[in-house]
């Protein structure tokens, strides 16, 4: 399914967003002293990487559904922040 140029100028700005948040996150992240052992716990966490694969999931269900591209950046967007 070939995407418009409008859908894909939405879809690179969800993905621009999540993209810029985490850099900023990561700047905050690198003033707290033993920052690298905590994100690289918080990263291993099950019940994050439960939360991470549920969200992947319900996305490439709808996908693969052919839903609406426009449900799934709404769904993208909310699930970025």
């Not at 999931?57 to 967007?77: H, N, P």
Request: charged share 35%; proline share 1%; hydrophobic share 35%.
């Amino acid at each position: 399914m070939p995407l418009n140029d409008e859908t894909l100028d939405r879809l690179l700005k969800v993905f621009s967003g999540i993209y810029s948040e985490c850099q900023v996150y990561r700047v905050l992240a690198e003033r707290v002293s033993g920052w690298k052992e905590l994100f690289d716990r918080l990263i291993a966490d099950h019940e994050h990487q439960k939360q991470v694969a549920e969200t992947f999931s319900t996305l490439r269900e709808r996908l693969k559904g052919q839903k609406q591209i426009e449900e799934i950046l709404r769904y993208l967007d909310r699930t970025s922040h």
